[in-house]
């Protein structure tokens, strides 16, 4: 049997990319739906690194597994980096997307161009079974549009904007958004070690 690796998340927009990055492990990655869990994890870290980190202990403690997690957000210069590491708790957890992102675009309004700069982070985590723990971190940099564009993706990426490529984050194909995106960058970074630790 394939070793199982769970992904500590409950985002659905993360998984689905993350499982095409992980594609290539020999290795069987389950969200925490597919694996039965359901805790409650107090995400109070104050960086990227120690929430990936709380999560990703949390279920290794859990379940005894090689447990994976990601942490990530969207900082925006001129706002002093928020929402950064409340990404997904800005304005409340069930708040809907069109509103933070309509919120956003209203407090950067008349706020030139050279002035909108962000950046997505995302941290990954491995806490493996004998208390290791690895991370890497990926960004990816960009301006905020003035409105929403794009149906893919997920979360800011309507927002996200790519001027060299003259489109948001939710224009570009999964395959695209994978190749370039802060989560691609970090989960290729941690791949090789996963590798070495499943006995690919
Ligand atoms: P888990 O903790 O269960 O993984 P979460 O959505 O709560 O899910 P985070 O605390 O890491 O995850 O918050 C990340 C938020 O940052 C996410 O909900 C989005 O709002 C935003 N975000 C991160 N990566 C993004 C991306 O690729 N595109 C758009 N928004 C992104």
């Known amino acids: 049997m394939r070793e199982q690796i769970i992904f500590a ?3 659905e927009g993360k ?7 992980l594609a290539d492990l020999d290795a069987e990655v389950l969200s925490l739906k597919d694996a039965g869990i359901d805790i409650d994890i107090r995400e109070d ?6 929430n990936a980190v709380i999560k990703a202990r949390a279920v290794m403690k859990e379940t005894g597994v090689l447990v994976l997690a990601d942490d990530s957000g969207l900082e925006i210069d001129y706002l002093n980096g928020e929402p950064g590491v409340y990404s997904a708790r800005y304005l409340g957890e069930d708040t809907s997307y069109r509103i933070k992102n309509q919120n956003l675009i209203d407090r950067l309004q008349g706020v030139p161009a050279e002035q909108r700069t962000a950046r997505f982070v995302c941290v990954i985590a491995a806490a493996f ?8 971190r990926g960004t990816i940099e960009g301006v905020i549009g003035y409105e929403e564009r794009g149906g893919g993706g997920f979360g800011y990426d309507p927002i996200f904007w790519l001027p060299e ?6 224009e570009l ?7 370039l995106s802060h989560r691609g960058k970090a989960l290729r970074a941690i791949k090789e070690e996963l590798k070495k630790a499943v006995k690919a």
């Open 9 to 11: 998340t409950g985002n």
């Open 15 to 21: 998984m689905k990319e993350i499982r095409m990055i």
């Open 45 to 50: 870290g104050k960086t990227f690194e120690e």
């Open 129 to 136: 079974p004998d208390g290791r723990i690895l991370k890497a």
């Open 165 to 170: 490529y003259g489109c948001s984050t939710a």
């Open 173 to 179: 194909s999964m395959e695209k958004k994978n190749e």
